[in-house]
């Protein structure tokens, strides 16, 4: 594979201290998807309410450890915000400054496909080298031109519920696993219907300037928070689902 590293991303190594610690239940407490399972996963952390504070990759590592997939920029904060729950638990979590993030937009030996949407590529998580080439602006450009949005910039800081972000359609979410933080809110917006707005990626000279959340002029593209009732069909990916939603 080329290496093509997503230099803008962190990851985030939670690891045991005591044999009788299970890193995957502490996360599955805390985060929407299911960690117990085949992973990678995409998932988030959420507020109370259930809006998403962060949304990462939880990958599998060896002894019993879980890495995180995150924004570099972000991953002292989640670090910070994880530690809140850990009590007394007897794990460890911590930057893993040795490893980095890596993407191709073909199919591949070695890597995993990205858990959202085959299309999105393979991704893998190796040691880093001063050899690498910088893959991130080819990877916005092609997340971005497939819909999909991402990240804090695009999500906001608490400011977009996690189903309005897509994450039925992008498996970001489970409604089988049990309790997480923000579950009650979520669970009851899909079972009700209650999707009523989505973030989606638009021409930037189609975007909605009080409802969008980021633009990337050099592409033409934006990402706006919109009604679904007012997205542009024609506008919307393959994936996403603007069946009729309930009223505020």
Known sequence: MTATRLSK????RLTPLDPAENVADFLQGLVTSDVTGDLPVWTALLTAQGKALFDFLVWPSGEDALLIDCEADVADALIKRLSLYRLRRKIELARDETLGVYWQPEPGDGGAADPRLAALGQR???PVSDTDEPADDAWRAHRLRLGVPEGRAELGDAETLWLEANAVELNGVSFTKGCYIGQENTARMNWRQKVNR?????PLDSSDEKRRRAAYPDLGLAVDHLRVDAIDPALAPDWMDLSPAGED
């Open 9 to 12: 991303r962190a990851v985030v």
């Open 124 to 126: 893998w998580i190796a």
């Open 198 to 202: 989505r973030l989606i990626v638009v």
